[in-house]
């Protein structure tokens, strides 16, 4: 069964502390993507790469960077977390090709900034 | 840019109703569209999808058609059951391989 695995369930953080959210697939794709989910925002894109070391930025990359050392890894880094960072976080993956352009996702990790 | 509208929720619907959920969209070019599904603490999954002007997408009974004259994908159901009951994403690709979603409509169905 193809899998995407987020290493946290729940995290619970300071102000200004450094994060890091680790996503995992095992389906050799190419792409991966990293989103948040508000209530009444629905998914917003943060920053998606085509692969390994490559990275561009979503719709909302302020905030945030990332990092594709591997190709089935995708880390997303909160420099300096703030309480407006709070969220549900979601990690996607995809093959690269018209064709294959449906998204699986990762289970979320639930960030609260204190 | 490109944007996808979903009809605001929640929605509540008793066991075996006729679900609807609209979805518009604007795009440039010609974009696949898709549903997917959020059951209650999981991610997304893909629900169905079409990639092109009036192909109907299938799956669990629910039923999507491409329109292209009203830049349209609703999302329905002739008799929705309890374990419907979640939160629904319209969304469409660019072929880019970006994705841009709508902001969910949950669902929930009574007994």
């Known amino acids: 069964d193809v899998k995407v695995t987020q290493s946290s369930r729940y995290l619970v953080k300071r102000t200004g502390e450094k994060v890091f959210l680790e996503c995992v697939q095992d389906?050799?794709?190419?792409?991966m993507f990293w989103y948040r989910q508000d209530p009444g925002l629905g998914l917003r894109l943060i920053y998606f790469?085509?692969?390994?070391?490559?990275?561009e930025k979503g719709d909302i990359p302020e905030g945030y960077s990332v990092s594709r050392e591997k190709k089935e890894r995708f880390s997303l880094i909160l420099e300096s977390a703030s309480t407006n960072q709070t969220s549900m976080y979601l990690c996607?993956?995809?093959?690269?090709?018209?064709?294959?352009?449906?998204?699986?996702f990762g289970s979320g990790t639930q960030l609260s900034v204190l | 840019g490109n944007s996808v509208t979903q009809m605001e929720g929640p929605v509540t619907l008793s066991e075996e109703a006729f679900l609807t959920i609209n979805c518009t969209y604007t795009?440039?070019?010609?974009?696949?569209l898709f549903w997917y599904v959020q059951y209650p603490g999981e991610g997304l999954q893909l629900l169905l999808k079409?990639?092109?002007?009036?192909d109907k997408g299938s799956n669990k009974g629910f039923e999507a058609t491409y329109r292209k004259e009203t830049t349209s994908f609703h999302l329905e159901k002739g008799s929705v059951q309890v374990s419907d009951s979640a939160v629904y994403f319209c969304?469409?690709?660019?072929?880019?391989?970006?994705?841009?979603f709508g902001d969910g409509t949950t669902l929930t169905v009574k007994p």
């Open positions: 996607a993956s995809s093959l690269f090709g018209t064709e294959n352009e449906k998204l699986f």
């Open positions: 389906m050799d794709h190419e792409n």
């Open positions: 790469s085509y692969d390994v070391k490559m990275k």
């Open positions: 795009a440039t070019g010609y974009p696949s």
């Open positions: 079409a990639t092109k002007a009036d």
């Open positions: 969304a469409l690709s660019d072929h880019a391989g970006k994705s841009t």
